[in-house]
């Protein structure tokens, strides 16, 4: 009632809801509850790497073995590149990482974008402003879809490097979308056959090498041989690589014939690249390269009667693949435990998304026809359906066997010591049972398919599968692995998680999971030199006596069921002393 005794006026919704809000606002604010307004991330508007930047701009990676980025690094700057890999991370890059990244990534992305940017940083330090930095750095690296965090990497370097104010550095990608693709829509980086090409040699070699290091240092007589070896051939194939003679069919053919290309440019740029195709791969240069390596490393002596059991690496890509403190130097370390560790490839991985790329087309089959649906008696489009998914298989087919062939070719002039790269067809057959072939995610089924092929074709004793934590994918492989165990009880198989912490804690379960992988070998080797009827010192003076023997190029024969080199060592050289079988000529003998 005011003062006329009249009834005060109702209130508004409108201002009813305002006075709410301001008291609401009154007591937020008296409790200290006021919220900040929520900035999502937006990814930042980049300028393209263009071809006039070439020159100037130097292209950053990292992330595989140091044979293999500096091959890879050779082949970019052969290519006109301006190319630099990254040092190795470590737990301070992991550190630096976490700070300017979101919460619960994957410790490959902290590792790589932590390195990242401890190196923009030293940069600054020597002297370049950070608008010096953005605009003569990028960085080139790998991306996804998904369905695991990979499918959030590339979001999640852009975001930390703004953090950590590099807010307008580059990142090029590499897409992985639906089994192969590699495009970035940047014209400054251009694949030419020269690039292709050469990134496969350049792949491929440094699988081989890496494979060879980890085969042969275990035995070397004299320790540090191996590293030696390994670091001048890696500088000899990577300095070929780089300054080789570039193919050019106007160079190479005849003079009746380069006139006649030269008028027609469409002709002599489809001969052109054919023959920086075969030059590439069967130049005589390259077989040369690959020779020249050979002899070096058979120059290291081993001793082959050492008994070691034998690691197989599987796992997640860039976990099962580095050699750093991102795995907890894991290879490192099964080393000093006196184990051999059998390390994964890259080419494994590729010969994989060319399988699954095909496995998929062949189940979207009807899908995927230009004339889904067509009847039976249509046969213009029953034609044209066949036409178009045979056309895109065989291509799928031939890559596939054409990167195993030349996966085993570098192998083979390297001197033969790599087995070829399991076939990808017999992993997801063992794999399907537990773990579907069409799953998506991660390295899918191949970490069943391999711990079960590794293991029943007698090729190593143990399988450690080293993943990030919380790996989705790989999550679900150690669920599925439990069944496996159970249906092979002679596996011995762990899993372990690796991030920037519980070194200690891995590298305890590595050592009691190790103990009875060595027991396995132990009792494989003493089985075997029972089998022979002699001493070990019988055989150690007749290896002491053939030079061939203690070269690490010597092709032991492997008997099926046998993991251990030192068991088919001593069989083998039993043999040969009963005169049941010759010695084998080293690679390059006549």
């Known amino acids: 009632m005011n003062s006329a005794g009249s009834a005060l006026p109702p209130l508004g919704e409108e201002e009813i809801a305002r006075r709410v809000l301001a008291e609401r606002s009154r007591l937020e604010q008296a409790a200290g509850l006021v919220e900040k307004p929520i900035e999502h991330f937006h990814r930042p508007l980049e300028r393209p790497f263009t071809a006039e930047e070439r020159d100037r701009v130097t292209i950053l990676f990292g992330g595989f073995t140091w044979k293999h980025e500096r091959l890879i690094e050779a082949v970019f700057r052969g290519c006109g590149y301006r190319f ?55 960085f080139i690296t790998a991306g996804s879809c998904g369905p695991c965090r990979f499918g959030t990497y590339e979001s999640e370097y852009r975001m930390a490097l703004e953090n950590a104010g590099f807010g307008q550095f580059r990142v090029l990608l590499f897409q992985q979308d639906h089994g192969v693709n590699a495009m970035t829509g940047n014209t ?17 070699l440094g699988d081989v090498i890496n494979d060879m290091v980890y085969q042969i240092r275990p035995y070397e ?16 194939l990577s300095d070929f690589l780089e300054h080789r003679k570039r193919y050019e069919i ?50 290291v002596e081993v001793d082959h009667t050492r008994v070691k059991p034998i690691v197989k690496i599987t796992g997640e890509f860039w976990a099962q693949l580095t050699e750093s403190d991102g795995n907890f130097n894991m290879f490192a370390f099964l ?37 889904p649906g067509a009847r039976w008696w249509e046969l213009k489009k029953q034609v044209a359906n066949q036409w178009k998914f045979r056309k895109r298989w065989l291509l799928l087919r031939l890559s596939e066997g054409m990167w195993n062939r030349q996966h085993a070719r570098a192998a083979r002039h390297l001197g033969g010591l790599t087995p070829r790269l399991a076939p990808q067809s017999q992993l997801a057959r063992m794999a399907h049972p537990f773990y579907h072939s069409l799953a998506r995610g991660g390295e899918g089924h191949l970490e069943v398919g391999k711990n079960v092929y590794y293991t029943t074709q007698g090729l190593c004793h143990m399988v450690l599968a080293l993943k990030p934590f919380g790996c989705m994918p790989s999550s679900q492989s150690d669920g599925v ?31 009691m999971a190790l103990g009875e992988a060595k027991i396995k070998a132990k009792a494989e080797f003493e089985q075997a030199l029972a089998l022979t009827g002699k001493k070990l010192d019988e055989i150690k003076a007749y290896a002491a006596e053939h030079r061939q023997l203690r070269s690490p190029l010597y092709p032991v024969p492997r008997r099926r069921g046998i993991a251990g080199v030192a068991a088919n060592f001593v069989l083998h050289v039993s043999h040969l002393i009963d005169g049941k079988t010759r010695l084998a000529k080293l690679p390059g003998e006549n």
């Open 84 to 138: 630099q890999r990254l040092p190795n991370p470590n737990v301070a890059a992991f550190q630096t990482g976490k700070e300017y990244g979101n919460n619960g990534q994957c410790n490959p992305t902290y590792f790589t974008v932590g390195n990242l940017i401890e190196f923009l940083r030293s940069q600054e330090t020597r002297g370049l402003s950070r608008q010096e930095i953005i605009a003569n750095y990028i």
């Open 335 to 371: 080393e000093q435990e006196g184990a051999q560790v059998y390390v994964e490839t890259i080419g494994g991985w590729v010969t994989y998304l060319m399988y699954q790329a095909r496995a998929n087309m062949g189940e979207r089959k009807g899908l995927d026809a230009p004339h």
């Open 221 to 236: 007589v004299v320790p540090g041989a191996t590293d030696r070896a390994i670091q001048e051939v890696g500088d000899r």
């Open 250 to 299: 106007l160079e190479r053919a005849p003079r009746w014939i380069s006139r006649r290309l030269a008028q027609n440019n469409r002709l002599q740029g489809i001969c052109n690249t054919l023959g920086k195709i075969l030059d590439h791969l069967y130049g005589e240069e390259f077989l040369a390269a690959m020779r020249l390596a050979r002899e070096r490393l058979s120059q």
């Open 481 to 511: 692995q439990s069944a496996v165990v159970n249906r092979f009880p002679e596996m011995i198989f762990l899993s372990i998680e690796t991030s920037g912490e519980g070194e200690i804690n891995a590298h305890s379960r590595m050592q």
């Open 188 to 204: 400054g980086l251009k694949f030419s056959a020269d690039l292709g090409v050469g990134q496969l040699n350049a792949v491929n």
